[in-house]
């Protein structure tokens, strides 16, 4: 059950990044619902919601969950300013387990997990807030992103060798039409190109916003009401002019450069993070004068449009803080009973040289599809592009000795099985560690059949599959059929 509300007022990054969350645990085989008001429904479409939603009033919410969902849940996720650890300490008897998400710091949890996506985030900004055992998400490597953000990262040509395509885009709700701002600024800077202007399901400007530009302009406008190509149109643009809300951090992952005008008080952390970092600049508050605001994005966008450099270095900076794959981490923490047992994490810049260790084992690639070792410049090319590629997973499996050893799933958008490899540390083997990875991952995608190629000759391997209830198929491939019809 998911606790979250939009608004005009409160915009609709709430319930975005639960509905990005939902998909990842819908894929995993989770039935996932929407507890949130009424008012939601001015920001959101009950048809554009991918899940069932329940009508709360302002009474109590604990009671009115109680009666629509008398089983109670497995998991309550809230993520709500106006909730704390009085509600969810109500719901203890209801929800097996509660997730909140936040990103203020400034209030109690009573919480298993607490996730906060905000860039630079510690432990130590919740340790008073949580119980002791409460688990941290924190950082951007935890940010909610819908999943075509990740599949369009590698698609994002950067870096750019001039400034030609622009991206607008408020939010949900533009309360303070900083799009009307955005857009006198740039007929002001008087650049050529396109610029590509995002609006929510309700809002009424376009013809007075045609109107700013007029017909003489040398910038050709477009307009994307409740648009569902977000992620297409941060691919293709050079510069985005926008909050420093959720789609901060979608910018980030594909390496668009940012304006930021900050348009609520929850998004000064992320906004100010982004900025000492580089890969943002930060212009000012929708509260600051207009005129001010202008003047900056104006004089902003004529200095970028003559500097790729600076363009360039903010793309970088901004990849490299997130990679779109939050949604995953997040699922891997959920499945993890506990931080002693066997878990999967997803594999790291940082598990280069380990993999290559192992891989380069004495005996380790006997029965490899390719039995050479590779050279080390080959295996960092083939980790970069792993890391990268949006159709496979690589974990890393983690014991209380620490990693143990490496599965792989390839395949993960198309419709044929899902291709598992395994390798288990020379070290490790023989404790079972292949075993209880196989059962991890294979509750990644249990709607998905998961398929292995297992040389003939090896007896260890085969033996591990079986256990692991995979059917041999051929003489070798071994199949585990979805779990989920």
């Known amino acids: 059950m998911i606790r979250a509300d939009a608004s005009p007022r409160i915009g609709g990054g709430h319930v975005s990044r639960c509905m990005a969350l939902a998909h990842r645990l819908g894929d995993a085989g989770w039935d996932c619902s929407l507890a949130t008001h009424a008012e939601t429904f001015s920001i959101f479409s009950r048809d554009t919601l991918p899940l069932p939603a329940t009508v709360l009033d302002a009474s109590d919410e604990p009671a009115q969950l109680r009666k629509v969902f008398p089983d109670g849940c497995d998991l309550l996720i809230t993520d709500h300013y106006r909730l704390d650890s009085t509600f969810e300490s109500a719901c203890r008897d209801w929800a097996t ?22 860039p630079g985030r510690d432990d130590i900004d919740y340790a008073p807030l949580v119980p002791p055992q409460s688990r941290m998400l924190l950082g951007a490597d935890y940010a909610l992103l819908r999943p075509e953000f990740a599949r369009m990262r590698a698609a994002a040509q950067r870096p750019k060798d001039k400034l030609a395509h622009i991206l607008i885009t408020f939010g949900a709700s533009d309360p303070h039409d900083m799009t009307g701002l955005a857009l006198n ?24 916003l045609e109107n700013i530009l007029g017909p003489q302009s040398s910038l050709k ?17 050079d510069v985005c002019i926008g909050a420093g809300g959720v789609t901060a951090l979608e910018r980030c992952c594909l390496g668009l450069p940012s304006l930021i005008i900050q348009t609520a008080d929850n998004q000064a ?9 580089g890969a943002a600049r930060h212009l000012g508050s929708a509260s ?8 900056k994005l104006t004089a902003e966008i004529r200095q970028l449009a003559t500097d790729m450099t600076a363009l360039n270095v903010m793309s970088q900076t901004g990849m490299s803080i ?15 009973s506990s931080n002693e047992q066997p878990c999967l994490r ?8 380990r993999l290559y260790a192992w891989q380069t084992a004495p005996g380790m690639r006997q029965h490899f599809r390719n039995p050479q070792h590779p050279s080390r410049p080959e295996h960092n090319a083939w980790m970069r592009r792993s890391l990268l590629d949006p159709d496979r997973l690589l974990l890393i499996i983690e014991t209380a000795t620490g990693p143990s050893g490496m599965i792989r799933l390839d395949g993960l958008s198309a419709q044929d099985p899902c291709e598992v490899s395994i390798l288990v540390a020379p070290e490790c083997q023989g404790r079972g560690i292949g075993h209880t990875g196989l059962r991890l991952a294979s509750q990644l995608l249990p709607g998905r059949d998961y ?19 995979y059917q041999q198929t051929s003489p070798d491939t071994y199949l585990l059929p979805a779990r989920l019809s």
């Open 451 to 469: 398929r292995a190629e297992v040389h003939v000759d090896n007896l260890a391997s085969q033996r591990l599959f079986r256990a692991a209830g």
């Open 221 to 237: 406008a477009r307009y994307h009401q409740a648009t569902k190509r977000m992620a297409e149109l941060m691919r293709n643009a």
């Open 288 to 295: 600051d004068a207009r005129h001010s605001l202008a003047e």
């Open 322 to 336: 997130c990679d779109g794959r939050g949604t995953w981490r997040v699922l891997l923490a959920l499945l993890a």
């Open 269 to 277: 952390a992320i906004v100010s993070y982004l900025h000492a970092a």
């Open 185 to 208: 600024a740039l007929r002001d800077a008087r650049i050529g190109g396109t610029v590509d202007i995002v609006m929510g399901a309700d809002d009424c400007r376009r013809e007075r």
């Open 97 to 118: 387990h509660i997730l909140a998400i936040d990103d203020l710091a400034d209030r109690p949890h009573d919480a298993d997990w607490l996730l906060d996506q905000t």
């Open 346 to 353: 997803l594999a790291e810049d940082k598990d280069t040289d």
